[in-house]
Nanobody, 124 residues
Framework: VQLQASGGGLVQPGGSLTLSCAAS????????MGWYRQVPGKQRELVAA??????NYADSVKGRFTISRDNTKNTVYLQMNSLKPEDTAVYYC????????????????????WGKGTQVTVSS
């Protein structure tokens, strides 16, 4: 399984970015896809995950970020609005090898496959 993320960059506080991630090689539409992020010295944390139409968000991004998925393209998106400096991190696209309930993905170790991260920097 390969995951290729794009869309990261530098944005001013209050701005928006959309991350995209195209998956290939044995992806099943029922399995979760998600986004995690990490800053130096801290553990990776869930940003958002989606499976079978259900979504799960970190409290810190609820109401600002939206995860969506196009199963015809095996692509997951993360629309990020009202960005804050504390959203600065490396963002990772992920997918799993089996179907699980979304609450399992609060632990980043649950996800089976990881793409290379993309840097998001929110700064004036």
């Amino acid at each position: 399984v390969q995951l290729q993320a794009s869309g990261g960059g530098l944005v001013q506080p209050g701005g928006s970015l959309t991350l995209s991630c195209a998956a290939s090689g044995g992806i099943f539409s029922a399995n979760a896809m998600g986004w995690y992020r990490q800053v130096p010295g801290k553990q990776r944390e869930l940003v958002a995950a989606i499976t079978r139409g259900s979504t799960n968000y970190a409290d810190s991004v609820k109401g600002r970020f939206t995860i969506s998925r196009d199963n015809t393209k095996n692509t997951v998106y993360l629309q990020m609005n009202s960005l804050k400096p504390e959203d600065t991190a490396v963002y990772y696209c992920t997918t799993d090898s089996v179907f699980r309930r979304l609450d399992y993905y609060n632990d980043y170790r649950t996800m089976a496959y990881w793409g290379k991260g993309t840097q998001v920097t929110v700064s004036s």
